[in-house]
């Protein structure tokens, strides 16, 4: 209780994420196991799952029916339901009076942004094939974000994928083939753009996917876009 009250105290630093949105919870069929982070998920703490805020994200989650308020941490991914925005833990969705409802609908503000940005992209050992003729480079002046929407071992499942996905208007889709198995990914998504993205996935019905940091610099961009470019330390 001191920690959270500490954790208030960051009130004057809020910034609004986004409003009018669902949250649910999840509790004892997932205390104890791993979480996203690495860390042992405890319905007890005040913890929440997120799809692509960075872990140790803390963020103060009102709900709309009853005014009460609560502050998480970021520490999984989730929710995996189409048309819900955060998971929280059992702890928080007490404090929230959505126990008996499940769900709840909510205002989401930053307190404080997290660091650790979870999963990278391992590049090491993995070969990137463009879906397209053309590839938008981005600016390397803010975090890159790959989107992964499947991974598959074989190769013409994975083109499936991709051309429904490129039939919905999505750019910026490649192959990323490793040990045999190729994801595909809508790679190079700027942080700015990630949340919008991501909302527009879940619009067309793409509600499985693992957002991944980009490291800066590890790809050696090249004109052949159309044959495979050997991703780089």
Do not use: C
Request: no cysteine.
């Amino acid at each position: 209780m001191t920690a959270m009250m500490a954790i208030a105290s960051f009130a004057s630093a809020e910034e609004l994420y986004k409003t009018n949105v669902i949250a649910s919870y999840y509790g004892e069929e997932l205390n104890g196991n791993k979480t996203a982070s690495g860390e042992l998920f405890n319905m007890n703490d005040y913890t929440a799952a997120h799809n692509t805020l960075p872990f140790n994200t803390l963020v103060k989650v009102t709900s709309l029916s009853t005014s009460k308020s609560v502050v998480v941490r970021i520490n999984d991914r989730g929710p995996r339901i189409a048309g819900r925005e955060i998971d929280v833990s059992k702890a928080a969705a007490s404090d929230l009076g959505m126990l008996t409802a499940g769900t709840a609908r909510v205002t989401m503000e930053i307190i404080q942004w997290g660091t650790n940005n979870g999963p990278t992209t391992d590049v090491s050992g993995v070969v990137e094939t463009p879906y397209e003729q053309e590839v938008k480079v981005l600016d390397s002046g803010e975090k890159h974000y790959d989107i992964q929407l499947g991974a598959y071992s074989d190769f013409s499942n994975a083109k499936i994928l991709a051309d429904k996905i490129n039939s919905q208007g999505f750019k910026n889709i490649a192959y990323q083939s490793e040990d045999g198995i190729t994801r595909v990914v809508i790679r190079d998504v700027a942080a700015s753009d990630l949340d919008f993205t991501v909302d527009a996935l879940r619009q067309h019905g793409f509600d499985h996917y693992l957002v991944r940091q980009r490291k800066l610099g590890a790809v050696r961009e090249t004109n052949a876009v159309t044959t495979n470019s050997t991703l780089e330390k």
